[in-house]
C-alpha cells in the first residue's frame, strides 16, 4: 500500500490550487481517502473524508465551503483544491485511508502549502 | 463536535520507564456495536502520522507491545510499559464515531 502525494507548493492569497493524493496496491474504491490539516506549531485537523466507491463526502464545518474534495476511480487519486487560497491556509496536508472510518493505517508523506504575498 | 482533550500536553520521560497519556471525549465514543472509536496516532519529528491503536485498545501492524489502550467511554489511556528513544513525538487520541473526526491537542512526550 502507498499513497504518494503532489510536491511542495507556494502560492499567492487569492490564487486556486489542487495537491493530489495516488493511491496503489489496496481497491481504491473500498476504502475511504480523508485530508488532514497540519499548521506550523499546532496539533491535527481533519479537512474532509470521500468514499470513491459512490463519492460519499463529509466536510469539516470549519473546512466546508472553502475547499473541495474529489476522487478519480479511474487513476486511483484523490484530490483536495482551494479556488482562493489564503495566506492562513498555509500548513502541511497528509491523505490517509481507512477501510471503516476509524484506524487511519496508511498515510501520504505530506504537501506543505505555503501561501505568502 | 466531539470535543477531545489529552493530558499532559508534555511529557518528559526517561528510556525503560513508563509513560501513560490520559484522553478525555465530550461525549462517549462507544458504539452500539460495542467498540470505542477511539484510535492513537504518533507524529515522530518531520513525519507523516502513524497508526498506534485504534478502536481503544487494538495495536495497529507492526506496533511494538509496550504500546497499549484502554478505556471505553469517554476516557482512555495510552501506556508505554517502558520508553525508547524512537518513541519521542506527538501522540494524538481521535475520535472516529462521528464526522467531523476530532483529535485531541497532541501531548509531546521527550526524553
Known amino acids: 500500500v502507498q499513497l504518494v502525494q503532489s510536491g511542495a507548493e507556494v502560492k499567492k492569497p487569492g490564487d486556486s490550487l489542487k495537491i493530489s493524493c495516488k493511491a496503489s496496491?489496496?481497491?481504491?474504491?473500498?476504502?475511504?481517502i480523508g485530508w488532514v490539516r497540519h499548521m506550523p506549531g499546532t496539533g491535527l485537523d481533519w479537512v474532509v473524508i470521500?468514499?470513491?466507491?459512490?463519492?460519499?463526502?463529509r466536510y469539516s464545518p470549519s473546512f466546508q465551503g472553502r475547499v473541495t474534495i474529489s476522487a478519480d476511480k479511474s487513476i486511483t487519486t484523490a484530490y483536495l483544491q482551494w479556488s482562493s487560497l489564503q495566506a492562513s491556509d498555509t500548513a502541511i496536508y497528509y491523505c490517509?485511508?481507512?477501510?471503516?472510518?476509524?484506524?487511519?493505517?496508511?498515510w501520504g508523506q505530506g504537501t506543505p502549502v505555503t501561501v505568502s504575498s | 463536535d466531539f470535543v477531545m482533550t489529552q493530558s499532559p500536553l508534555s511529557l518528559p520521560v526517561t528510556p525503560g520507564e513508563p509513560a501513560s497519556i490520559s484522553c478525555r471525549s465530550s461525549?462517549?465514543?462507544?458504539?452500539?456495536?460495542?467498540?470505542?472509536?477511539l484510535d492513537w496516532y504518533l507524529q515522530r519529528p518531520g513525519q507523516s502520522p502513524q497508526l498506534l491503536i485504534y478502536?481503544?485498545?487494538n495495536r495497529a501492524s507492526g506496533v511494538p507491545d509496550r504500546f497499549s489502550g484502554s478505556g471505553s467511554g469517554t476516557d482512555f489511556t495510552l501506556k508505554i510499559s517502558r520508553v525508547e528513544a524512537e518513541d519521542v513525538g506527538i501522540y494524538y487520541c481521535?475520535?472516529?464515531?462521528?464526522?467531523?473526526?476530532?483529535f485531541g491537542q497532541g501531548t509531546k512526550l521527550e526524553i
Open positions: 496496491g489496496y481497491s481504491f474504491p473500498r476504502y475511504w
Open positions: 470521500i468514499y470513491p466507491h459512490d463519492s460519499d463526502t
Open positions: 478502536l481503544g485498545s
Open positions: 481521535m475520535q472516529a464515531l462521528q464526522t467531523p473526526y476530532t
Open positions: 490517509a485511508r481507512s477501510y471503516t472510518g476509524s484506524a487511519w493505517d496508511f
Open positions: 461525549q462517549s465514543l462507544l458504539h452500539s456495536d460495542g467498540n470505542n472509536f
